[in-house]
């Protein structure tokens, strides 16, 4: 390996290892302090000179800084950088100096997810035994092409693995509208994802006004709400509180919002009745849909009078809810009409071959289920797509309350890949359930088992839909009348 040292002048160090290493070093008169003024150095000795201080970091694969004294002959080594730590004066040393390991992509070009013969003996990085191939060392992380320093904790982060994991931080949303390193969540403690934590309003990109509808996107997570108050549908990128307007103009009443893998956005305005869907496809205007436009004041399959939910399958047929209509209907691609799946246009009823107003629906593709959470008869029921209509209760059903065999006016449903688990937003109970296939009643795995309504983190309000993010670890929740999303640990 060879060492420059970078003090004024070059330097070079001969070592007899196979990689190359650059090292900043700065004045005389300087120290490194952690940012974690708690955390010990990797390593302290004394030794002759600043040459051999850094030979002593560069022998272990985790230090990223030292610092030489030269009156004391004190040499310390840290696993931290300048984004974990600082530079600063020292006027009590002023013999001292710090050096930096300088890295770029360059140095892991060659190695990182190649076999473990790439890595042997390698300045930065390790083999993993699990994978057999070259990744980061401890206390760092695979970003921008490099491994980064990991963060401690309060730092903004926008990395899943950015955080200092042996000391349990993990990248969380943060009320001050930043990602930040915080001890990992808890379960059945809701952190806000969206909107102000103590759920104020506001109609700017921070905020939210009565979150309805939402979805998290299985392809890259992200989370897109529809606000029902002031009508307007945002996205947020993973590991950002800022908010992206897509659509707001001209509409009244939005409900619903799916995403599609060709990132095509379904977006549902209830319209008073006389329902829209209005679809962005991407680098291309925006349409709606149907091609009648709003509807008339009936329940013809031409229009989509009443709408609230909408689901899309991979071929492009669009599934949705027609709440005043008490039914689902299916419109395959390019069609001028629907095609009904469940209920009975505009007679509500409560048996298995009717529906009373049917909101928020998943679709489950892999098995063939359409999945609708159905306010007025407090259930879930579930429909075979290509069936008869006739509807299976896979939860509720038992009048409204608090029972955990029982919902009150449920809105949203999600279903787990495996398809053996819902997650209903039970509304009028203030809490989400989680009800496995077969079961006789269900759990609550947020707000209140009563029914208590409320704006702490352990509280809801209303809470209007449900989504899994893509690695089914996460529970989001649209708290309509907290004027937030909430997330919580699965």
């Keep these: 390996m060879q060492l420059f040292l970078i003090f004024g002048f070059l330097l070079s160090f001969h070592l007899t290892t196979q990689d190359e290493s650059n090292i900043k070093i700065s004045a005389l008169g300087y120290q490194f302090i952690p940012i974690d003024t708690s955390r010990p150095p990797l390593f302290t000795c004394t030794t002759k000179n600043v040459l051999y201080c850094s030979a002593e970091c560069n022998k272990r694969i985790t230090c990223r800084t030292f610092d030489f004294d030269a009156d004391s002959l004190q040499c310390r080594l840290w696993e931290m950088d300048t984004t974990t730590g600082s530079i600063v004066a020292s006027p009590s040393k002023p013999r001292s100096s710090v050096g930096s390991v300088q890295l770029s992509p360059n140095n892991y070009v060659k190695s990182h997810n190649q076999s473990c013969s790439h890595c042997d003996q390698s300045r930065y990085e390790i083999c993993n035994v699990n994978s057999s191939t070259c990744q980061c060392p401890p206390f760092t992380y695979w970003n921008n092409g490099m491994c980064m320093t990991q963060l401690f904790q309060g730092q903004v982060c926008s990395n899943t693995y950015a955080c200092r994991t042996d000391l349990n931080l993990s990248c969380q949303p943060s009320c001050d509208f930043t990602y930040r390193c915080s001890a990992s969540p808890v379960m059945g403690i809701g952190v806000t994802v969206a909107g102000f934590c103590n759920g104020s309003t506001d109609a700017g990109t921070l905020g939210l006004m009565g979150p309805y509808g939402i979805y998290v996107s299985p392809f890259d997570g992200i989370l897109y709400v529809a606000n029902y108050d002031v009508p307007r549908f945002q996205s947020f990128l993973p590991f950002s509180r800022i908010g992206y307007t897509i659509l707001s103009n001209g509409l009244s009443e ?169 997650y209903i937003a039970d509304s009028g109970n203030n809490r989400v359930m989680r009800w496995n296939l077969g079961d006789t009643q269900g759990s609550v795995v947020a707000g209140s088992a009563s029914g208590v309504a409320g704006k702490t983190n352990t509280l809801l309000s209303y809470p209007g839909d449900v989504a899994l993010d893509p690695t089914e670890t996460y529970l989001y929740v649209s708290d309509y009348y907290n004027n937030r999303v909430q997330r919580f640990l699965l």
Excluded at 276 to 303: D, K, V
Aim: glycine share 14%; hydrophobic share 35%.
């Design 254 to 422: 939005f409900d619903d919002v799916f995403v599609d893998s060709s990132h095509n956005i379904y977006m549902t305005d209830y319209a008073a009745g006389q329902g829209m869907m209005y679809i962005q496809r991407p680098g291309m205007n925006l349409t709606s849909f149907p091609p009648i436009g709003r509807s008339n004041i009936n329940c013809s399959l031409t229009g989509l009078y009443g709408i609230i939910g909408v689901t899309v399958d991979r071929s492009g047929n669009i599934y949705a809810s027609l709440a005043l209509c008490s039914m689902i209907v299916k419109w395959a691609p390019n069609s001028t009409t629907g095609v009904l799946v469940a209920g009975n246009p505009g007679h509500s009823g409560s048996g298995n071959n009717a529906l009373d107003w049917p909101r928020f629906i998943h679709l489950d593709e892999v098995r063939g289920a359409l999945y609708v959470a159905e306010g007025a008869n407090n259930r879930i029921q579930k429909f075979i797509i290509g069936g008869n209509g006739t509807g299976i209760t896979v939860a509720g059903g038992n009048g409204a309350g608090t029972n955990l065999n029982q919902l009150s006016d449920p809105c949203g449903v999600w279903v787990t890949r495996n398809g053996q688990t819902l």
